[in-house]
């Protein structure tokens, strides 16, 4: 099997976490510069095989789209033309910042650590990540 890939899209910094080959279990992998994630995507997909990308679809409580969402736009333009084989999916994100900032501190992650907010970011795509798992 391949992996699934989830992406936390921010305008400054990207989180993403990836699935085991089997499908089962959701890991944080990394947070990078937005402006290198194509690269980083290219270079990981050369490495492991993804057969999904997810990508947060962020939302207002009225469940329409939020203001980040034309930000989103370009990139997944970018994504489907870098990868036209690979399909993508949109993953509702509401409420991931707080629950990835929640864990931390229910992990007793130390103060210095939790103001990383690229650790937030991964931990953000990891949860978009489990909650596709969990509703597939």
Do not use: C, H, W
């Amino acid at each position: 099997m391949s992996r699934i890939l989830s992406i936390d899209f921010g305008k400054v910094r990207t989180g993403i976490a990836v699935t085991d080959e089997l499908q089962i279990i959701a890991s944080g992998l990394t947070t990078v510069a937005t402006s290198e994630l194509i690269p980083f995507l290219k270079g990981y997909t050369k490495k492991e095989k993804v057969e999904l990308f997810l990508v947060g679809l962020p939302k207002q409580m009225d469940n329409t789209p939020s203001e980040s969402e034309v930000l989103i736009a370009p990139f997944l333009k970018k994504l489907a033309a870098s990868f036209p084989n690979i399909p993508m999916q949109r993953v509702d994100e509401r409420f991931t910042s707080k629950m990835a900032f929640q864990s931390m501190l229910d992990g007793g992650v130390k103060k210095k650590k939790r103001q990383n907010k690229g650790l937030i970011d991964e931990i953000s795509a990891t949860i978009i990540l489990q909650s596709y798992l969990y509703n597939k």
